[in-house]
């Protein structure tokens, strides 16, 4: 049972544009959602979040975007810079005090000059 | 900081041999979590320990497996009996506490051949 589903294995974005990566969740119990980017050989670092209780939040070029109604959310990139070229994993906190945490299956962006 | 660090990075084992992965997290982070990542997948939660006290362990954790942190500071991994399902990258994390995001290691990848 995939509670939290990145429904784009992949996404190609040209350097400067917007990237927006999607993910979908199915439990209205999540109270906290996380993005985590990983480069090749390294674990996954933590890059912005947003609480349930909100429906945006913003950290440089980086805005998380949060429907309830629809169990969705976004990453907004904006530019978008090679360096960013990584992929790309959406987490959904299962237990506030325990933090465990349910991601999704990872998108791999790509950003070409 | 020196960051979450996870020894050995690679291991190579034969099928029915026992294997143990050592994490040691960011010093003063009380709590510590095991995840494991397959092909294609995200990070799927094992198990975590506040201090020294196990507190949860998911169903995917086997009988197979144990994990210890014996004086609350580093943790290990030990995998009997390996399997070629084990094969994975072994995934540790730390978080000073509620309301922190988990901190990862860069993994250690088991291969049973």
């Known amino acids: 049972d995939q509670q939290v589903k990145q429904n784009s294995p992949s996404l190609s974005v040209q350097e400067g544009r917007i990237s927006i990566l999607n993910c979908d969740y199915t439990n209205s119990m999540f109270d906290y959602f996380l993005w985590y980017k990983k480069y090749p050989a390294e674990g996954p670092t933590f890059l912005i979040s947003i609480s349930s209780i909100k429906d945006k939040n913003e950290d440089g070029r980086f805005t998380v975007f949060l429907n309830k109604s629809a169990k969705h959310l976004s990453l907004h990139i904006v530019p978008s810079q090679p360096g960013d070229s990584a992929v790309y994993f959406c987490?959904?906190?299962?237990?506030?005090?325990?933090?465990?945490?349910?991601f999704g299956q990872g998108t791999r962006l790509t950003i070409n000059p | 900081d020196t960051g979450v660090s996870q020894n050995p990075r690679h291991k190579i084992t034969k099928r029915g041999q026992n294997v143990t992965f050592r994490c040691d997290p960011i010093s003063e982070h009380n709590r510590l979590y095991w995840y494991r990542q397959t092909l294609g997948q995200g990070p799927e939660f094992l198990t975590y320990f506040q201090n020294e006290a196990q507190l949860e362990k998911s169903r995917l954790l086997s009988d197979r497996f144990s994990a210890e942190r014996p004086k609350g500071s580093f943790s290990t991994l030990e995998i009997q009996r390996t399997e070629q399902g084990d094969s994975a990258m072994y995934l540790c994390?730390?978080?000073?506490?509620?309301?922190?995001?988990?901190?990862f290691g860069n993994g250690t990848r088991l291969t049973v051949t």
């Open positions: 987490a959904a906190r299962v237990d506030e005090g325990a933090q465990k945490l349910v």
């Open positions: 994390a730390s978080t000073p506490g509620m309301g922190s995001p988990l901190h």
